[in-house]
Nanobody, 129 residues
């Protein structure tokens, strides 16, 4: 069973940067999964932030983070990253990574949280002045 662990959250000022990591703690290869980053602020629904396929590295981003966030996959480290720059107050949330198994060399990049099968415990990102 895949066991996702997020890390890298913290408190930053507007305009700051953070890099979130999503890794597996149970020895499974993330190469077999499309990975998505989602976030959930208090009182709001979980929303998609960015996702990446397991094949030719097809990616997708929500409009509000385009140009500021970058998702990437390091196969050697079995880790997916979310580089977040120019952070804004409205980026404050708990960030979760999710995984859904996809075929080899797939360009499948699901955007809905309903499509993901496994979730990490989340990491808090707080942007405040």
């Amino acid at each position: 069973q895949l066991h996702l662990v997020e890390s890298g959250g913290g408190a930053v000022r507007p305009g700051g940067s953070l890099r979130l990591s999503c890794a597996d703690a149970s020895g499974f290869a993330l190469d077999d999964y499309a990975i998505g980053w989602f976030r959930q602020a208090p009182g709001k629904e979980r929303e998609a932030v960015s996702s990446i396929s397991n094949g030719p590295l097809n990616t997708r981003y929500r409009d509000s983070v385009k140009g500021r966030f970058t998702i990437s996959r390091d196969r050697a480290k079995n880790t997916v990253y979310l580089e977040m720059n120019s952070l804004k107050l409205e980026d404050t949330a708990v960030y979760y990574c999710g995984a859904v198994q996809s075929g080899p060399n797939s360009d499948y990049v699901p955007g809905s949280p309903l499509e993901y099968e496994v979730w990490g415990q989340g990491t808090q990102v707080t942007v405040s002045a």
